[in-house]
């Protein structure tokens, strides 16, 4: 399993479209092959900062949504809700271990 996670700050005149943005990609990404989680949350203390997270099976099927027609429709949407410090990190474990 390949986890991609992070945080980006929208204009705070852009969060509710920031919302409605996000909800799209979740519901469009949801189908692709491999997708095994796709979702954003905002912080409640700084509205302004959303954070995503992403479980994909394997790389090929990361790769394959990073040139899905999907992504490249949610970068169109982006472009216009003032995007800032993006941080955004894969992870490959070795091992995971459900906590309870």
């Not at 700050?9 to 409605?20: I, L, N, P, S």
């Not at 949350?41 to 999907?70: C, G, I, M």
């Amino acid at each position: 399993m390949i986890i991609v996670t992070g945080t980006m700050e929208v204009g705070e005149a852009h969060v509710e479209a920031a919302k409605e943005v996000f909800r799209l990609a979740e519901a469009a990404t949801a189908s692709e092959r491999g997708c095994i989680t796709y979702r954003f949350f905002q912080s409640v203390a700084q509205p302004t900062l959303f954070r995503v997270y992403e479980e994909w099976e394997d790389k090929d099927a990361l790769r394959e949504h990073a040139q899905h027609e999907n992504m490249a429709r949610h970068r169109e949407r982006m472009a216009p809700l003032g995007v800032s410090n993006r941080q955004i990190s894969m992870i490959e474990p070795e091992r995971i271990r459900e906590l309870g």
